[in-house]
């Protein structure tokens, strides 16, 4: 029983880890640099990509299941813990700070005020 129990708390554990936020150094790491990162992807509802730029510009689309593109352009920077961005035709322009939550090596979930919104990975 006792093995039973210990082999429980480390897969438990192992899941925990899976589901850490990232922190603004791992996002610095990550995206500090011109980086594309792709969004959505099976099961998600959309496809696309993103360009980060390193001087705070984002360009992209997104196609969604039902055939929509939305084309994806405005300004990101990290604040905290957290992804920040205003896309010019998204959100109605407003700022939305996201956090993004691993999801395995190169994957993460992204929240907005708890709720998930979206995939993405690299």
């Known amino acids: 029983m006792l093995r039973l ?5 480390v897969l438990l554990a192992g899941s925990a880890l899976a589901q850490e936020a990232m922190t603004g150094d791992e996002l610095e790491a990550l995206l500090g640099d011109d980086r594309t990162i792709s969004l959505g992807g099976p099961g998600a509802g ?3 990509e993103l360009a980060l730029k390193s ?12 055939g929509e593109v939305m084309q994806i352009d405005g300004l990101w920077y990290i604040e905290g813990n957290k992804f920040c961005r205003t896309w010019k035709s998204i959100d109605g322009g407003k700022e939305v700070c996201e956090t993004w939550i ?11 005020d708890g709720k998930e919104i979206g995939t993405n990975h690299w």
């Open 55 to 66: 001087d705070g510009t984002a360009t992209g689309t997104a196609k969604t299941d039902k």
């Open 5 to 9: 129990t210990a082999l429980v708390f």
């Open 46 to 48: 959309y496809t696309g």
């Open 102 to 112: 691993k999801d395995g090596e190169n994957k993460v979930r992204v929240l907005v």
